[in-house]
Structures are given as structure tokens and as C-alpha cells.
């Protein structure tokens, strides 16, 4: 049967607590805005802030149960997430409740996902793209009996299933590193919790081959032959692109890079050449002194902060005067061969989440406009 969207679901408005009343926060009720899920999760499991019940009580925030889903209306639009627990929300957000008689929740999340191309087609407003109720009410959708329903959102949920607990075993391998490097090199309990003698202190200039990253490259008219392919790497966000010679450097080597602008002090372990632009540092570490690996898991535990007063920013020749403790050889390369599987077994994991991405991206709009049939006629 064909509804207007808004007619399968219950439209939740949020809010926010006063930010002036103490009271109001760090309780224990999780209390979500967009930076907590727009990260293409089914689910969001955790949130920056919480509110305590007076908080609940005394502002326009609502509770979502589980199952419900929020999406983001304002600014940042189409962002989202199922809830898997009881959460409070802000006022860019709108929770989604199903109508059990019409939808069930799992399909709903997915008929969502498959309209956000429409939704996001359907924004008002002058400053801010914003979506409103009026624009759930604009959107006609074909909703098939429960029974089909709940054949096509199970085999989306599979791989979003599959996709959850890939990231699960990366954040425990992730965790496992962390752990070994902490022992080794902050407690020094292989080493009877002294730091041996023939250990050093060296900066990063001494250690690494340390740039920042350039202007991205523009696109010209060149042969296949004449140009490169690689991925382009701005604060973390991969844009891929055929693109032709530029004085940007290339990076081929195994790498750390970390944000130097906006978000500062994110740091991430590059395994494939790559190209870096504005607002990253890249790291080459000397391999004849530490591994990647171990530059990586340093800076990690590193409270990394910039200098500026109108926007903070790391510099290159500020930040290669950081410290950084330099192990013996021997121990290096042990803790190296250690860490390593690990690493590649976080891969090849994200490798395959990406693939399963794909195949459920692929098959969404196939299984909701019934070019797969489910019932198997």
C-alpha cells in the first residue's frame, strides 16, 4: 500500500537542557547530537554528553526506546542510526517511532535510508538546509505486508550485522595494541619496570621525516598514462580521483598522519600510497629507528594540541621538536613483529567492511523498489 511517509511513523521533536543549570548534565542519561553517529553505523552506542532526569524533565527533550531512530534535520541532514537503548536527543534531530501496525522498526530504518536522497532533496530554509515535517509528509512510499517487510530488512541487517561485529573485533585488536605498547613502553614491565639504559629521548625531526601536506590537486587533460591514481587525504576524509602531476608529494611508504587544523591531534597509521593535503602532517618514520606501528601508538598517547589564537594549528616546526622515547633496536623490532599481525588483521577487516558496505548499498534500492523478489516468485 502507498502512505506519505510521515503516516508510518511518529515524528519525535528534542531539545536541550539548560547548559547554565549544573544539574541539568553529566547524569546518566545519554543524551545524542549529530557528531555521535554520523559515522554510516546502524547503530549509535555511545554519546559525548549525558543529562541526568531533572535535564529530562525540565526541557523539551524526549526519551527514545530502542528500536526508535534518529536522524539529523538540521545543518548537517540525513545522518543515521537506530537506538539501541533509551536516549534523550537534541532539537537537530527528530526521533522516529514505527507504527507497528503499518512498518515494522527494521524496515523502517532501511525505508529511511532508502529516501534520504529525497529527503535531502526536500530541505528549507535560507541559512541552514533543514528538514521539517512537512518534508516526511511531501514523500509517498510503497510499504509491502509485514511478512515481506521483515525478508528484506533481514537481509540488510545481516550485513549491517556482519559490518558491527567487524568493527568490534577491530576496536579489541586496536585495544590489544594499545595495551602491549603501554606495557613495553609506559610501565616498562618486560623490563622490570625500568626504562633500560640503552634507551634514548629524540624528537621527531630526529626520528622521521616529518611535511605537511599541500594543495589538492586540480584535474587536468591528461592520458591515463600521464596521470596518478591515489587516494587524497584531508583531516581523515578519503576523496578518490584520477588526477595529473602536481608538486604535492606522493606518499608510498608506510606512514602516520595527524590533523593540524580544525580537529587537531587526530592520528592515523596510512598502509597505501596516498596523497596528503592542507590540514594534515604526514610522518615518515626512519626505519633504521622505529617502525610505524610504534610512531603510531606515541602519538596516540600524546595530549598533541596547536598554537594560533583566531583557529589553533600544528606546525611543522613546532611539532618536529616533540619528544619521543626510542627504544633499542632489538626491542623495536620484537615489539614490531608483535603488533603487526594485529594491524593487518584490522585491515583486512576494514577491506571487508567496506565490500559489505557495498553489496548492502547495492542491494537496498533493489530490494525496496522490488527488483529482488523476496518471496521467491
Known sequence: M?????QVMDIIGGGTPKTTKSEYWNGNIPWISVKDFNNDNRYVYKTEKKITKLGLENSSTKLLQKGDIIISARGT???LATIPYPMAFNQSCYGLRAKNDIVTEDFLYY????????LKNNTHGSVFDTITRDTFDSIEVEIPCIKEQQKIASILSALD?????NQKINENLAQQAQAIFKSWFVDFEPFGGVMPNDWSIKTLNDV???TAGGDKPKKVSLTKDECFKYPIYSNGINEDGLYGYTDTAKIFAESVTVSARGTIGFVCLRYIPYVPIVRLITLIPLENMISAKYLYLYLKQLNISGTGTTQQQLTVPNFSKTEILVPSNNVM???TDIVTPLYEKIRKNIIEIENLKNIRDTLLPKLMNGE??????
Not at 112 to 118: A, F, M, S, V
Not at 161 to 165: G, S
Open 161 to 165: 550485522d556482519k559490518i558491527e561485529v
Open 372 to 377: 529482488i523478489d523476496v518471496n521467491g516468485k
Open 77 to 79: 541532514v540525513g545522518e
Open 333 to 335: 623490532c620484537n615489539f
Open 208 to 210: 622521521t621525516k616529518i
Open 2 to 6: 502507498k502512505y506519505n511517509l510521515s
Open 111 to 118: 525505508l529511511i535510508k532508502y529516501n534520504l536522497t529525497t
